[in-house]
């Protein structure tokens, strides 16, 4: 066999194997740019005793010369052949231009999914470029355009030359305006050196989970929850523990749930007031209980998310979980400019705690993206100046919300069979449809799920939702009402029509 392979350093040059051979890679004195490729040839149909489903992609078979040693034998383990009934080509090919791409990915990210809130607005965008006349009420963004102000200020740093790298934490202005912000609304009490302005909250929430969760380690979720965090946890090799909550407690998390849930191994806690998607906001006196109940773990952690804050309706109040005695310590603070103040594109949120844990993320950020945009910056100095709770701009989008979300219970509570708990705060209503499930509709099929309601919203009514099983709560969907009235009026006039369309499967 050895002997006559010799001739196979001559690049194209081919030999015909009979089974058994044992070939050796070593032995062909191939240089490290050539390539060995394996082309099988079957003398006989496949027969019963192996039944591919796609013979040709096992036909020919490559490795690339670093390998020392290739037994025949193994290949025949993978064709799963008689070795009688096959004969082999060998063929030695420059493959100067062919090398065999490793297109193999990183575990950590193979195990996260898409985010699903993403791709069903991108759906319902590409259906309206396509003049689908699709209303969307799948995006977790305001409609309403960036205060004229806070652009100004944007403007304007282009204007004044702020356009080179800021200081990776962020620029001491914004910093400091944040943390007078955080004084004044939220009675904590940070330094500049206990900020870190980063791209969005995501950013934020991704730097805090990587900073401290280590492989193995427990980051506790109360669900429904956003999107992003179970997927985070695995990022930073973490398990994330989902803790279901109820409609009919507010989709509020149970202290004893989390009592019973917690172990050496719980690293991170994470809280989301006012809440994506269930809009619920936690009361003081719960997050106090919860407070109590972190106090007696001390490993656990707390990010709370607070990027709602200020989309929230009376009589709800908002608390910081880090303002509740013995948290500080323990808790990031998570805050952003995208949704109170209409700058989802601009990229600006922030994050707050204890400087050593801080810094471990502004570590991470250094070596990542830097700074966030000098531009946005400027932008977020003059949101923060607005005034308590964003001023008047704000308070102007929050009635709007609030009106919308009025007619969204209103015409919701006379529908059949849908449950619901109404939201407090945020954008967005988390509606119970399970009732619906088992139906069907001609020329739809079933209603099996979240996901099957959704799709056939988006069929037959034209109007783009979010199915719960995105936020780990398959009975629901979710509406975000950050579109106008009209488009509100018309989109519920739609799922009614739809609805009603949908019958119980005629028993066989
Ligand atoms: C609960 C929650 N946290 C954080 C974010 C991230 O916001 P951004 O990165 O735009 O600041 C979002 C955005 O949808 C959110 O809903």
Known sequence: MHASCCGLTTPGSRLVLSSGFDLRLESLGFASSWQLSIICSIDEPWSGCFAPTDPESLRSISFSSQLHSVSFRSFEQKLQVQPFRMSTVVRAE???????????????????????????????????????????????????????VIAEAGINAVREGHTRYTPNAGTLELRTAICHKLKEENALTYTPDQILASNGAKQSILQAVLAVCSTGDEVIIPAPYWVSYPEM????????????????????????????????KSRLLILCSPSNPTGSVYPKKLLEEIADIVSKHPRLLVLSDEIYEHIIYAPATHTSFASLPGMWERTFTVNGFSKAFAMTGWRLGYLAGPKHFV??????????TSGACSISQKAGVAALGLGYAGGDAVATMVKAFQERRDFLVKSFKELEGVKMSEPQGA???????????????????????SESLC??????????????????????????????????????????????????????
Request: charged content about 20%; some cysteine; overall charge neutral.
């Open 94 to 148: 420059s493959n100067s231009d062919k090398i065999p791409i490793d297109t193999s990915l990183n575990p950590r990210v193979n195990s996260v999914k898409l985010s699903k809130t993403m791709a069903i607005t991108d759906k319902a965008t590409a259906l309206a470029q396509a003049g689908v006349p699709v209303i969307r009420l799948a995006a977790g963004e305001p409609d309403f355009d960036t205060p004229v």
């Open 359 to 368: 810094a471990a993320c502004g570590k991470l950020q250094s070596q990542s």
């Open 233 to 264: 946890a695995r990022l930073a090799d973490a398990m994330p523990v989902i803790l279901p909550t109820l409609i009919s407690n507010n989709f509020l998390l149970d202290p004893k749930l989390l009592a019973s849930k917690l172990s050496d």
């Open 455 to 508: 799709q056939y919203l988006l069929d037959q009514a034209q109007v783009a939702l979010v199915p719960g099983d995105a936020f780990g709560d398959d009975n629901c969907i979710r509406i975000s009402y950050a579109a106008a009235l009209s488009s509100l009026q018309a989109a519920m006039e739609r799922i009614k029509m739809a609805l009603v369309l949908l019958r119980s499967p005629v028993p066989a």
């Open 427 to 449: 954008f967005y209503l988390f509606l119970d449809f399970s009732f619906y499930y088992g139906t069907e509709a001609k020329g739809f099929g079933v209603i099996k799920d």
